[in-house]
C-alpha cells in the first residue's frame, strides 16, 4: 500500500515540478487525491512521517546555537505573536459564530481560544524545506524564522504538558544532569565515527534512541529531545557533515508527512468553508510577523523574508484540535478543516517564498518607510574590501579557488559569504571576508565594485547563484562572471544568462585531481 502512496506522490511532485513549484506542493495534492480515491493513512505511513519529522528536528538542532533563541528579537516577536494571534483568531471565531457559521456556532470561548493557538503556529517542516531549497538555512532572516518557531515548539511543549496532564518524572532530572556530564563522550564516539555509513547510523541512533525515546521516557516530548541532541551536536566540527549524511534519508521519509495531512483530512464542504475563511484570515497573521519583527529594529527586507517564510498554518494545529476533540471541547471535522488549511497555505506560501526578492523590491520604497533607523549589528552596512577578484560562496570550493589565487596573487582577492560563523573563522585564518548575502537586493545596492573585474559565484544552491547574477548584472558590473554548477543543464542554464565560463563540480574534480597527481608524478 505504501509503494502506491510513494508512487501517486512521484507522480504529482514530478507534475508539479513541471510547473516550477517546490515537490512538496505535488506531494500534498497526492494525499488529498489518495484520500478521495478512498484510501487512509497506514500505522507504517505514520511512523515513517514521524521519522522524517523527528530526524527534521534533529537536523535543526546541528545548526542551531543556543545563543539565537535568546536574542531579543528572536523571543519577544515569537512571544508577543502567540498572544496577538490567539487573541485575534479567538475574536475571529466568536464573531463568526456569532453570524451562525457553520462548525463556528459550537465553539465556546474557551474551545475557541484553543482552536485559535492551533492557528497561531507555523509549520516548521515548511520554512525549514523552503530555507533549505533556497540554500538560506544561515541566513539572518533564516535564523530568525527558525528561531521563532523554536520559541514556538517550547509554547507547544508546555500545552502539551498541561493538556495531557502528562509532567516530567525523576529521569527529566536525571537527563538534565547527565547530558553535559556525557557530552565528551558523545563528541568522542561522533569523532570515530569518521565518515561512512556509520555517520547517518549514528545520527540516527542519538536523534531517534538518546533524543525522541530518552526524552519520552522522562516524560518529555520525544521531538524536543531529538532537537536538544542536535543543539548539544551543534558546536561539533562534524555537524554539517553529520546534517548532511542525513538529508537524503530525512527528505523521503518528510514525504509521508506531506502525504499523511492529506489522508487524515475527514473532507467536508462545511470544513472546506471553514478552512478557505481562515485562508482569508492568514494575511493577518503574516502582518504580524512582519509588524513584530520589525519593531525590535530588524531591516525592512529582513522582516518581510522572515515573514513569508512562516507564512502558513502549521501541522501542529492538529495535534492541538485532537487534544480539544478528545476532551470532546470541538468536533472532529475541525481536524479536517486543520488539514486542509495547512494543505492549502503551503501551496500558497511555496511561490510566495520563491518569488520573495522579487516582491520586496516592487514594495521596498513603502516599506522603508516603516524602517528603523537602528542597526543591528548583524545588518550593519558593509564595507567592500578593495578587490579585483570577488568570491560569493566561502565553502569549501570557494575557499579553494580563494586560497589557489591568494597564494599567486596575494591581496587581490575578497570573499563574501552568507554565515557570519564561516565569516569568522577565515577572519580567524586571515583571509578577507565579509558577511553578506548575495541574494539581497540593498547589498547591491550599498557596495562600489568599480575595481572588481571578476565575480565568482561558488554558493551551494543554483537558484541563489541565478539571483546573484541577476542583481549583479542589475548593478551594473561590465567585469567577468564565473560560477559553479552541478549538472550539465545548470551550467547551460548559466551561460544563457551571459555567465563568462562554468564549473562543473562533479566532473571537473576528476580532472583537477588527475592534473594534481601529474604535477607531483612528473614535476
Given amino acids: 500500500m505504501e509503494l502506491v502512496f510513494f508512487a501517486v506522490a512521484f507522480l504529482c511532485g514530478f507534475a508539479v515540478y513541471q510547473l516550477k513549484l517546490p515537490p512538496l506542493i505535488g506531494f500534498l495534492i497526492a494525499g488529498f487525491v489518495l484520500n478521495g480515491l478512498g484510501f487512509n493513512a497506514t500505522p507504517l505511513l505514520e511512523q515513517l512521517a514521524d521519522l522524517g519529522v523527528t530526524l527534521l528536528l534533529f537536523t535543526i538542532g546541528l545548526k542551531l546555537h543556543v545563543r539565537n533563541l535568546t536574542k531579543l528579537q528572536v523571543w519577544a516577536p515569537a512571544t508577543l505573536h502567540i498572544i496577538a494571534s490567539t487573541f485575534f483568531f479567538t475574536s475571529l471565531s466568536l464573531m463568526l459564530g456569532a453570524l451562525s457559521l457553520p462548525l463556528f456556532t459550537e465553539l465556546s470561548w474557551q474551545s475557541a481560544a484553543l482552536v485559535a493557538f492551533a492557528f497561531s503556529f507555523s509549520s516548521t517542516v515548511f520554512a525549514v524545506k523552503v530555507l533549505e531549497e533556497r540554500g538560506e538555512m544561515n541566513s539572518f532572516h533564516g535564523k530568525i524564522a527558525i528561531g521563532i518557531l523554536i520559541m514556538q515548539d517550547i509554547f507547544a511543549v508546555i500545552f502539551l504538558a498541561v493538556s495531557t496532564g502528562k509532567t516530567p518524572n525523576i529521569w527529566a532530572f536525571a537527563l538534565l544532569i547527565g547530558l553535559p556530564l556525557i557530552r565528551p563522550i558523545m563528541f568522542w564516539i561522533l569523532n570515530r565515527s569518521k565518515h561512512g555509513e556509520l555517520l547517518p547510523l549514528f545520527g540516527f541512533f542519538f536523534a531517534l534512541v538518546a533524543g525522541y525515546h530518552a526524552f519520552e521516557f522522562a516524560g518529555l516530548k520525544g521531538d524536543l529531545g531529538a532537537l536538544i541532541i542536535g543543539m548539544i551536536f551543534a558546536p561539533h566540527k562534524k555537524a554539517s557533515e553529520l546534517a548532511k549524511s542525513l538529508l537524503n534519508v530525512k527528505d523521503i521519509l518528510l514525504v509521508g508527512f506531506f502525504l ?122 558593509v564595507s567592500l574590501p578593495s578587490a579585483r577578484v570577488l568570491i560569493f560562496g566561502m565553502g569549501r570550493v570557494g575557499t579553494g579557488a580563494y586560497e589557489t589565487i591568494d597564494t599567486t596573487h596575494p591581496g587581490l582577492i575578497a570573499g563574501v559569504d552568507i554565515s557570519a560563523e564561516v565569516v569568522n573563522n577565515h577572519l580567524a585564518r586571515g583571509r578577507r571576508v565579509i558577511v553578506a548575502d548575495a541574494t539581497d537586493p540593498d547589498f547591491w545596492q550599498r557596495i562600489n565594485h568599480s575595481s572588481v573585474e571578476m565575480v565568482m559565484l561558488a554558493m551551494p544552491k543554483h537558484n541563489q547563484n541565478l539571483f546573484a547574477l541577476e542583481q549583479l548584472k542589475a548593478s551594473g558590473f561590465a567585469g567577468q562572471v564565473t560560477a559553479i554548477a552541478n549538472y550539465p543543464d545548470q551550467q547551460k542554464e548559466l551561460e544563457e544568462l551571459g555567465v563568462d565560463s562554468t564549473y562543473n563540480f562533479y566532473l571537473e574534480a576528476g580532472s583537477g585531481f588527475a592534473e594534481h597527481v601529474k604535477q607531483k608524478l612528473f614535476s
Avoid at 289 to 312: E, G, V
Avoid at 333 to 347: G, H, N
Fill in 260 to 381: 499523511n495531512i492529506g489522508l487524515n483530512a475527514q473532507m467536508s464542504w462545511d470544513a472546506l468553508l471553514v478552512a478557505l475563511i481562515l485562508i482569508l484570515a492568514l494575511p493577518i497573521k503574516v502582518a504580524l510577523y512582519y509588524l513584530f519583527t520589525n519593531l525590535f529594529n530588524l531591516r525592512a527586507r529582513t522582516s518581510l523574508l522572515s515573514a513569508f517564510t512562516l507564512s502558513n498554518y502549521s501541522e501542529f494545529g492538529l495535534i492541538v484540535c485532537a487534544v480539544a476533540a478528545t476532551n470532546q471541547l470541538i468536533t472532529g471535522e475541525w481536524l479536517a478543516v486543520v488539514a486542509i488549511a495547512v494543505s492549502l497555505t503551503f501551496i500558497i506560501a511555496s511561490p510566495l517564498n520563491k518569488r520573495s526578492n522579487e516582491l520586496y523590491v516592487k514594495i521596498e520604497n513603502w516599506l522603508l518607510k516603516f524602517e528603523s533607523d537602528v542597526r543591528l549589528e548583524e545588518e550593519m552596512n
